[in-house]
């Protein structure tokens, strides 16, 4: 049954989450025959975010993200509904593998290593990233008890840094995850929640005791269900650059709604009449609308300026969040102009080995068509919560800082075809201990105020699956609530 006034709903950002949310309030509204209006405010002079290609000669080149992982499952069935799964394409097998600085050589992930546990004894004891006291350190993971109370611990949490010394040791940590983790979060392991970012493992030693035990029966389950295995491997990207998702997302939404560009949001107001009232910047003077309903998809500091005039307790709790910044250098190059042979996805660096750089992804070595025959592209990582102090130097000296970098490291010994620096300001939300609490507060506050949502990566997941699923969630809540009768809603 279909209601006969048309709902206005303002989508405010245009990232991945935005344009996820835009898109699936459209699906709902065409399934519920409900008639809606969609008006997405964008601050930058394109949509996207922090994800976008540059096609250059041969090169091409994503700005943010260059994949998305495919074991949650919110990407792969947008790109299916959106009918792009054809244009999706899976890493290269023979460079499959991760490469760990250690006493300044990189040097293999061991084999059956998974991000934080072993499940291979022979690759553990012949690596060269743990002495011999570090291995058998690890090793007693397997005897050791599950953890016990701990006065003043969250006994549903506990930092990364804690969980990995109580389990594995302090140079599993320092030589092996840290710089694993690093590469995904760009956190500090001391402050980084478990329970928020790979509450995974918190469950295998609840459920199996051993992480060791859980990894092994794990793979054995895997094992006897290779014959029907996912048609992706862990990882997939799209043939044309991660921009080809926001791209067509962005067609497919400006097909039935509008997209403002350039037009900031300052402001959102309750109208007593119901609904909101959103300003925005435009051609230097300001211009107000109402809207039915309000859906924001920015970083939480920008929601907190939007709300502070009329949810001053949720504006405080969302600028609570804290973001990290990075940098990363795009460089092709000449492979005969780089001693190491790059067998690997990339390389990442421990914080002891106290470098300028965090991570180099060979990003030519994990998908085709990133550099030209004869050369490949890396990218270089810069910055993040343990290096915020890097990025206050110019474009000019972090350039020059990755290049020394990548002589000492990698032997690249000539100068790149083509660079180009990309700075991510505030761009990486810090799931911190208490995360999980904080959101739940924000959730709450939130509630209070019926027609506005709040989505994206700084809430219950950092990746582009997490993104879109948290922005068809609330697009989902949206509709309910603006097609479902109060005396329904009330309890």
Same mark, same amino acid.
């Given at each position: 049954?279909?209601?006969?006034?048309?709902?206005?709903?303002?989508?405010? !950002? !245009?990232?991945?989450?935005?344009?996820?949310?835009?898109?699936?309030?459209?699906?709902?509204?065409?399934?519920?025959?409900?008639?809606?209006?969609?008006?997405?405010?964008?601050?930058?002079?394109?949509?996207?975010?922090?994800?976008?290609?540059?096609?250059?000669?041969?090169?091409?080149?994503?700005?943010?993200?260059?994949?998305?992982?495919?074991?949650?499952?919110?990407?792969?069935?947008?790109?299916?509904?959106?009918?792009?799964?054809?244009?999706?394409?899976?890493?290269?097998?023979?460079?499959?593998?991760?490469?760990?600085?250690?006493?300044?050589?990189?040097?293999?992930?061991?084999?059956?290593?998974?991000?934080?546990?072993?499940?291979?004894?022979?690759?553990?004891?012949?690596?060269?990233?743990?002495?011999?006291?570090?291995?058998?350190?690890?090793?007693?993971?397997?005897?050791?008890?599950?953890?016990?109370?701990?006065?003043?611990?969250?006994?549903?949490?506990?930092?990364?840094?804690?969980?990995?010394?109580?389990?594995?040791?302090?140079?599993?940590?320092?030589?092996?995850?840290?710089?694993?983790?690093?590469?995904?979060?760009?956190?500090?392991?001391?402050?980084?929640?478990?329970?928020?970012?790979?509450?995974?493992?918190?469950?295998?030693?609840?459920?199996?005791?051993?992480?060791?035990?859980?990894? $092994?029966?794990?793979?054995?389950?895997?094992?006897?269900?290779?014959?029907?295995?996912?048609?992706?491997?862990?990882?997939?990207?799209?043939?044309?650059?991660?921009?080809?998702?926001?791209?067509?997302?962005?067609?497919?939404?400006?097909?039935?709604?509008?997209?403002?560009?350039?037009?900031?949001?300052?402001?959102?107001?309750?109208?007593?009449?119901?609904?909101?009232?959103?300003?925005?910047?435009?051609?230097?003077?300001?211009?107000?609308?109402?809207?039915?309903?309000?859906?924001?998809?920015?970083?939480?500091?920008?929601?907190?300026?939007?709300?502070?005039?009329?949810?001053?307790?949720?504006?405080?709790?969302?600028?609570?969040?804290?973001?990290?910044?990075?940098?990363?250098?795009?460089?092709?190059?000449?492979?005969?102009?780089?001693?190491?042979?790059?067998?690997?996805?990339?390389?990442?660096?421990?914080?002891?080995?106290?470098?300028?750089?965090?991570?180099?992804?060979?990003?030519?070595?994990?998908?085709?068509?990133?550099?030209?025959?004869?050369?490949?592209?890396? $990218?270089?990582?810069?910055?993040?919560?343990?290096?915020?102090?890097?990025?206050?130097?110019?474009?000019?000296?972090?350039?020059?800082?990755?290049?020394?970098?990548?002589?000492?490291?990698?032997?690249?010994?000539?100068?790149?075809?083509?660079?180009?620096?990309?700075?991510?300001?505030?761009?990486?939300?810090?799931?911190?201990?208490?995360?999980?609490?904080?959101?739940?507060?924000?959730?709450?506050?939130?509630?209070?105020?019926?027609?506005?949502?709040?989505?994206?990566?700084?809430?219950?997941?950092?990746?582009?699956?997490?993104?879109?699923?948290?922005?068809?969630?609330?697009?989902?809540?949206?509709?309910?609530?603006?097609?479902?009768?109060?005396?329904?809603?009330?309890?």
């Amino acid at each position: 049954m279909s209601s006969t006034a048309t709902k206005r709903i303002a989508v405010i !950002g !245009g990232g991945i989450t935005g344009l996820s949310a835009a898109h699936r309030l459209f699906e709902l509204a065409d399934a519920q025959q409900q008639s809606i209006e969609v008006t997405l405010f964008e601050s930058q002079p394109e949509t996207g975010g922090w994800i976008g290609t540059i096609e250059q000669q041969d090169y091409l080149i994503d700005t943010g993200a260059d994949m998305f992982i495919t074991n949650k499952p919110a990407a792969i069935e947008l790109c299916q509904r959106l009918g792009l799964d054809d244009q999706l394409i899976s890493t290269n097998t023979q460079y499959r593998g991760a490469l760990i600085l250690n006493n300044g050589k990189p040097v293999p992930v061991p084999l059956g290593f998974e991000l934080m546990t072993p499940s291979r004894i022979g690759p553990m004891l012949k690596t060269p990233l743990l002495s011999l006291r570090g291995k058998l350190r690890m090793g007693l993971e397997y005897f050791l008890p599950r953890r016990h109370s701990v006065t003043g611990l969250d006994q549903d949490d506990e930092s990364l840094a804690h969980f990995v010394k109580r389990r594995f040791g302090a140079e599993a940590l320092s030589r092996l995850i840290q710089p694993l983790v690093a590469g995904i979060y760009t956190s500090d392991p001391e402050k980084l929640s478990l329970r928020a970012t790979l509450p995974r493992f918190l469950d295998m030693e609840r459920d199996h005791r051993s992480l060791i035990k859980a990894i $092994r029966k794990q793979k054995r389950a895997a094992k006897s269900a290779d014959a029907t295995g996912a048609r992706y491997g862990l990882f997939a990207a799209f043939r044309g650059g991660m921009q080809t998702l926001t791209r067509t997302l962005a067609e497919r939404v400006s097909e039935r709604g509008t997209i403002h560009f350039s037009q900031p949001v300052t402001k959102i107001s309750p109208v007593k009449a119901g609904g909101y009232a959103v300003t925005s910047e435009a051609d230097g003077g300001s211009q107000t609308q109402h809207f039915d309903s309000v859906l924001i998809a920015t970083a939480t500091h920008y929601a907190a300026g939007m709300t502070a005039g009329f949810a001053p307790e949720l504006s405080k709790l969302l600028s609570q969040i804290e973001y990290a910044s990075t940098a990363i250098l795009v460089n092709i190059f000449k492979l005969s102009d780089i001693k190491h042979p790059l067998n690997a996805f990339g390389l990442v660096i421990p914080a002891a080995e106290q470098r300028k750089i965090f991570a180099v992804a060979f990003a030519s070595r994990k998908f085709p068509g990133r550099a030209p025959e004869g050369c490949v592209q890396l $990218r270089t990582f810069v910055g993040g919560a343990m290096q915020a102090e890097l990025l206050k130097h110019t474009d000019e000296e972090l350039e020059n800082i990755v290049q020394s970098e990548l002589a000492d490291i990698l032997g690249v010994t000539g100068k790149p075809l083509f660079s180009k620096l990309l700075r991510h300001n505030q761009s990486m939300p810090q799931y911190h201990m208490g995360h999980l609490q904080l959101v739940e507060q924000i959730e709450q506050q939130a509630d209070q105020y019926p027609g506005l949502e709040l989505a994206g990566n700084a809430y219950r997941g950092v990746g582009i699956p997490d993104s879109i699923h948290s922005a068809e969630q609330a697009a989902e809540r949206l509709i309910v609530t603006l097609f479902t009768p109060a005396s329904v809603q009330s309890p």
